[in-house]
């Protein structure tokens, strides 16, 4: 099948808005050979889609050649929105999964389709020209997102945070470059590539949500200004004690730690608030 065919013929080729006024203008009365005229829209097609005696062709809709769309546009619709809520719930759906969903899809609702009963899958061809159809739609690699940081991320969460944040910059009037943002991240010594996942066009961050980190983790403490003012990190180590070693290529200033688990304890957090005094 091809997957970008080029028109060789005029057929069809009529404006979808001018079709749809003019079936409006014949069903209020307006003489078909007028309507036509008037809209610039092909006569016998216009008296089709006025009596619906075309079996696939309704309304404005356009058939060329004898292959069907699967779905409707409202079972699309319904289906796009199906991908974009889950990529929302940390539950991406990648493209296998979706060729999965188009074949069960169709057949629990007894819809007639081409697709592949062995493998029950949906073919890459009804999948590129869904892609097309919905360019809102990208492929996304999801960063892995622990199921505790997933619940914690809410709305009430952050608006709590940035009003606290707004009565104390309000009290205080604190300069850009007195404002400092820290977080930590974990790197992994192994790294596992997630599938890409199906997610709203121009979104900035997609989660995938993990029941568990792999690999051996260590935590990396960093924080930077408004200004721009950075602070060199804190590095913990999953381990008792520390080596020299560790610290080679490590950016200057940056202060190590260490811990079985690799993760913040209160401990050496005094210690990195220690460290951020010192510097800011």
Not at 5 to 31: C, F, H, L
Not at 163 to 183: C, M
Request: charged share 20%; with cysteine.
């Amino acid at each position: 099948m091809v997957s970008k065919y080029k028109r060789k013929t005029e057929q069809q080729s009529w404006d979808p808005q001018a079709m749809q006024r003019a079936i409006n203008a014949v069903r209020d009365g307006m003489p078909m050979q007028t309507a036509a005229k008037n809209f610039n829209v092909p006569r016998n097609t216009l008296k089709r889609r006025v009596l619906n005696k075309n079996q696939h062709a309704k309304e404005t809709n356009k058939v060329l050649g004898h292959y069907r769309p699967v779905f409707n546009a409202e079972q699309e619709q319904h289906l796009v929105e199906y991908l974009l809520e889950m990529e929302v719930r940390f539950f991406g759906i990648t493209l296998n999964d979706l060729r999965s969903l188009a074949y069960k899809l169709a057949e629990q609702n007894n819809i007639t389709h081409n697709f592949n009963h062995e493998t029950k899958l949906a073919g890459k061809d009804w999948v590129r020209g869904f892609r097309q159809r919905h360019p809102e739609m990208v492929l996304r690699v999801p960063e892995a997102t622990s199921a505790a940081r997933a619940q914690a991320f809410n709305k009430v969460n952050v608006t709590k945070f940035f009003d606290i944040l707004e009565d104390v910059q309000k009290n205080h009037l604190y300069p850009p470059h007195r404002v400092f943002n820290v977080d930590e991240t974990g790197l992994m010594t192994v790294q596992t590539k997630s599938s890409k996942v199906f997610a709203l066009k121009g979104r900035r961050q997609v989660g995938s949500l993990t029941s568990a980190e792999r690999g051996v983790l260590s935590t990396f403490v960093v924080s930077m200004s408004a200004g721009g003012t950075f602070i060199p990190p804190m590095v913990i180590f999953p381990r008792q004690r520390m080596k020299v070693e560790l610290q080679d290529g490590s950016p200057p200033g940056t202060v190590f730690a260490c811990h079985p688990s690799g993760w913040m304890q209160t401990d050496i957090f005094t210690q990195w608030f220690e460290h951020f005094f010192a510097l800011c």
